[in-house]
């Protein structure tokens, strides 16, 4: 090639010679015998953490566009060949090492060598082994390894308070600077037992915190029952330790790594003795340990990004006690401890959820065919207009895979023939839980409410539709009808009919997700109503024959092991750690996504409590979140599955030839056992009537929010 050289270039980082540099190279013609240059075409070099190339060539040969793109994309193990030409596999190998690359490197800064050494061994012995260490004693020493022409350090380990001092001021806003472009950095050691508390504010002011002295002493601690501060994994800490500790105030929730745990000593909510915080590209953490806890120590180096595996941290010797006569120390027993395993990790449990998800789909699969072929003879049962039967096939179809909006929006369709009207909107209603836009539901749920004097909701369901569909013709003269029935006719709106404008509005936020019913014996288990704790965590032996349950409730989310997740875990609220819930606090296999992630919802939740505790104020109520989606054990208790429609049509029919009083008494007979579902605003309301001749009392229950609503 015609190129430019570059003269000086060690034989390492030269990429293209010409033959005869490499000859004069072997016979040792070198410039001076112990820096032997060569001059180059092409040339590689790492300069800290990254690379500098140069490629002399004049006329852009393919060759060396390849080189180019090789540079540019070093990190891949082998750059690509141009065809028929060759890099030598010296290159390649300068490169880049990924193994080298991927070795955190770490700088130990102490000013003071406080510690006995011993006692920390194994933290020392843990970090060396998994990482490149430099380590400095003084402050230009710590400078110059800071400096921006040095290479970066992907972590730095501050073990003494002295960070703090104003004379160090300069030296933390640069360790601030190196966080945010990527480092972690870490104050541990003996930062809790030798920092001015007075200093504390403003030096984590660097990093934008308002972390400050909090209190200080023994405590029992738990893993943030909210979640740890990411990318920190719980699999490489220990649940719960003892440790006597400074701890920072004003901490954010989800910065604490370990909160004082039920049993422990400690106060102020918003105080923790180990916390960890994202700050720019990097992050800050403080252990405030004053004993060095072998579970602390594994936070520290889980803090500076290194994975150990069991044994790492080998054994230490730790001081038993310590006699003296006279102020002469006399005696030292010194005992070896050794390294403290980590609980038993869950086991991998990938294998049990591929299986269970393989036979879900295949029974899914089979469901699916059954209710299909029902749905089919429902359809001709419709067209040869024999009503009953149509309804009771598409039933039979819902009954099996769950309520799918199709079946149920047929149903409904059937139902209006028949004039069970209940039946028809409670059809419609879990249709449109599921399937909000769903034109025909909406129709025939506002027919059956027009027919049941529900103006306002019918109102609501038409307008809802023909925003949907504005052409829809049978929608706008029924929406006529329901508007001039309104004014004429007695109305029997239900309380929350109003409500149903938020449906309307751009903030509504989508569907409810149906629960697969699952046929395990597990899935049926309710035993004496409290879940199995052993079922949610690590697994119950005693399956049929357990006291507990292990069913689903609405204090939990199914995951595909069939366990039951704590929805106050989820949601960040849950009062007991890992060790003591009865819910399994583990999300390893729960879908990612789902309404616990939807803050939008969860805030319209919340919203909707204030709400209601606004409207009647009341001592003592507490919020709580149940789960939110549409469980067998709620749709099995809907009008249409469990009304026998062929008794309920005989009824109407007998009800339509009668006068007046008669028909009142009848409607009793038939609420006494009525139990109806309406969906308000993506809610559950389950209302059941106390039907006696002489009480008429009626209690409305939201699913979401236990309220009593005043008789209407
Ligand atoms: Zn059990
Ligand atoms: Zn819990």
């Known amino acids: 090639m015609k190129s430019t050289n570059v003269a000086n270039v060690s034989p390492d980082n030269a990429l293209y010679v010409e033959q005869r540099e490499l000859r004069r190279l072997q016979r040792g013609q070198v410039d001076s015998p112990n820096h032997s240059t060569l001059k180059a075409a092409?040339?590689?070099?790492?300069?800290?953490?990254?690379?500098?190339?140069?490629?002399?060539d004049v006329n852009g040969e393919i060759p060396t566009t390849a080189v180019v793109i090789a540079m540019c994309f070093h990190t891949s193990s082998r750059p690509p060949v141009a065809p028929g030409t060759g890099v030598p596999d010296q290159t390649t190998r300068n490169l880049s090492s990924p193994a080298d690359d991927q070795k955190p490197s770490i700088l130990i800064i102490s000013f003071q060598e406080l510690s006995d050494r011993d006692h920390y061994a194994q933290l020392y012995r843990a970090i060396r082994q998994h990482a490149s260490v430099t380590q400095v004693w003084d402050r230009r020493a710590t400078l110059r390894a800071l400096s921006l022409s040095s290479p970066s350090f992907s972590g730095v380990l501050v073990t003494d308070g002295a960070i703090a001092e104003p004379e160090h001021s300069e030296l933390a806003s640069r360790l601030a600077e190196c966080t945010r472009?990527?480092?972690r950095v870490v104050l541990g050691v003996d930062v809790g037992c030798f920092i001015s508390p007075s200093n504390m504010p403003a030096l984590f002011s660097k990093w934008g915190l308002r972390w400050d002295r909090g209190d200080y002493g023994r405590t029992n601690l738990t893993l943030n029952p909210a979640g740890l501060p990411s990318p920190l994994r719980e699999a490489a800490l220990f649940p719960s330790v003892s440790a006597k500790a400074l701890h920072v105030k004003n901490v954010r929730r989800e910065h604490a790594v370990y909160v004082p745990g039920p049993d422990g000593w400690g106060s102020g909510a918003d105080e923790s003795p180990a916390v960890f915080a994202r700050v720019g590209n990097g992050y800050l953490g403080y252990v405030g340990d004053v004993n060095g806890e072998q579970q602390l120590i594994r936070l520290l180096i889980e803090m500076l990004g290194i994975t150990i595996k069991p044994g790492d941290m080998g054994p230490r010797m730790v001081t038993e006690s310590v006699s003296y006569s006279g102020g002469v120390q006399t005696d030292r027993r010194v005992a070896v401890e050794e390294e403290i395993p980590l609980p038993p990790q869950r086991r991998a449990r990938a294998a049990e959820v591929q299986t269970r998800a393989a036979h879900r789909a295949r029974m899914r699969q089979q469901k699916k065919a059954r209710a299909d072929r029902l749905k089919e003879e429902g359809n001709m049962s419709f067209r040869d207009q024999n009503w009953l039967q149509a309804a009771e096939k598409y039933k039979a179809a819902a009954l099996i895979t769950g309520p799918d909006p199709l079946y149920l929006s047929n149903l409904a369709a059937a139902l209006l023939k028949l004039k069970l009207w209940e039946a028809a909107?409670?059809?419609?209603?879990?249709?449109?839980?599921?399937?909000?836009g769903n034109v025909k539901a909406l129709y025939r749920r506002a027919v059956a409410r027009k027919e049941l004097s529900r103006f306002k909701a019918a109102e609501e369901d038409l307008m809802r539709l023909l925003l949907l569909d504005r052409s829809n013709l049978s929608a706008r003269s029924e929406l006529d009808v329901v508007r001039r029935m309104k004014h004429t006719e007695r109305n029997f709106d239900w309380p929350g009919d109003e409500d149903l404008s938020d449906v309307l509005s751009p903030l509504y936020d989508g569907p409810i997700a149906l629960e697969e019913e699952s046929d395990s014996e597990d899935y049926q288990h309710a035993g004496n109503g409290t879940p199995c704790k052993s079922y949610n965590h690590h697994g119950c032996s005693k399956?049929?024959?357990?006291?507990?349950?292990?069913?689903?409730?609405?204090?939990?989310?199914?995951?595909?092991?069939?366990?039951?997740?704590?929805?106050?875990?989820?949601?960040?609220?849950?009062?007991?750690?890992?060790?003591?819930c009865i819910y399994a606090h583990d999300d390893t296999y729960l879908p990612k996504a789902g309404w616990w992630t939807n803050t939008r919802r969860l805030d319209r939740l919340r919203q909707q409590f204030s709400d209601a505790v606004e409207k009647s104020p009341r001592h003592g109520l507490t919020e709580h979140i149940l789960a939110e989606s549409l469980k067998p054990m709620d749709w099995r208790k809907d009008v249409w599955a469990f009304q026998d429609y062929a008794e309920a049509a005989e009824i109407q029919r007998q009800f339509e030839e009668l006068d007046e009083t008669d028909s009142f008494v009848?409607?009793?007979?038939?609420?006494?056992?009525?139990?109806?579902?309406?969906?308000i605003g993506g809610l559950t309301a389950v209302a059941s009537y106390a039907a006696e001749q002489e009480s008429q009392d009626e209690e409305v229950e939201y699913v979401g929010y236990m309220e009593e609503v005043e008789p209407w």
Not at 42 to 56: D, E, P, S
Not at 554 to 564: A, F, I
């Open 42 to 56: 092409a040339a590689f070099t790492k300069v800290g953490k990254g690379r500098l190339g140069y490629v002399g």
């Open 181 to 183: 472009a990527g480092t």
């Open 425 to 436: 909107d409670s059809a419609a209603s879990c249709a449109l839980l599921q399937d909000p």
């Open 543 to 580: 399956g049929k024959g357990c006291r507990f349950r292990h069913a689903p409730d609405w204090k939990s989310v199914r995951d595909n092991l069939g366990r039951n997740v704590c929805i106050y875990w989820l949601l960040g609220t849950c009062r007991y750690g890992d060790e003591r």
């Open 666 to 679: 009848i409607a009793q007979t038939m609420a006494d056992d009525l139990r109806y579902v309406a969906n």
